[in-house]
């Protein structure tokens, strides 16, 4: 997460569509919370999420709130839908797309801060969503290599009568 981190504040940001720039931290927070669950994605978020607001001298704490609620609710999403979808992972990259711009705006809003809805959907949305769906599967495939799945070893008891 740190080396995503770096890349998005270093790199990332020169890469510009419309107002939006390809977000590395989300699509790599979701794949590790897709691999790891929820408590590993809320606390790899929250991590992330502060290193970009120290680095970027954004908001302190508006990153790491957002990329905490969605590590958690993506974690709970692959535990939910991971043998039920074809591709859980484009699923959940679009919706934390969706989610962390949303929200974004809503607490950029709340701060008095304000942007068009035309704006924000046209430039910043679409543009976003697309780089991150193209970021998708080659940011899952480093993080499988580097933090393969975890197994969850179901035990029984059987009680002796």
């Keep these: 997460m740190l080396l995503a981190a770096i890349v998005q504040v270093s790199l990332a940001e020169w890469i510009e569509v419309g107002e939006a720039h390809p977000d590395v931290v989300l699509v790599t927070l979701v794949s590790v919370a897709l691999l790891r669950g929820p408590t590993f994605g809320t606390v790899c978020g929250f991590l992330a999420g502060l290193v970009i607001d120290t680095a970027s001298f954004g908001t302190f704490g508006l990153t790491s709130l957002l990329l905490t609620v969605t590590g958690y609710w993506t974690g709970r999403f692959g535990e939910a839908t991971t043998r039920s979808s074809a591709h859980p992972l484009i699923i ?3 919706l934390a797309s969706i989610g962390v711009t949303l ?18 959907f046209v430039a910043v949305l679409l543009p976003s969503l697309a780089f991150n769906l193209l970021l998708a599967y080659p940011i899952y495939g480093l ?3 580097a933090l393969p799945p975890h197994l969850v070893v179901r035990r029984e008891v059987n009680a002796a009568v």
């Excluded at 929200?103 to 704006?119: C, D, K, N, R, Y």
């Design 143 to 145: 993080c499988a290599r």
């Design 103 to 120: 929200g974004s705006a809503v607490l950029h809003f709340m701060l008095g801060e304000t942007i068009p809805a035309s704006q924000l």
């Design 92 to 94: 959940a990259v679009a």
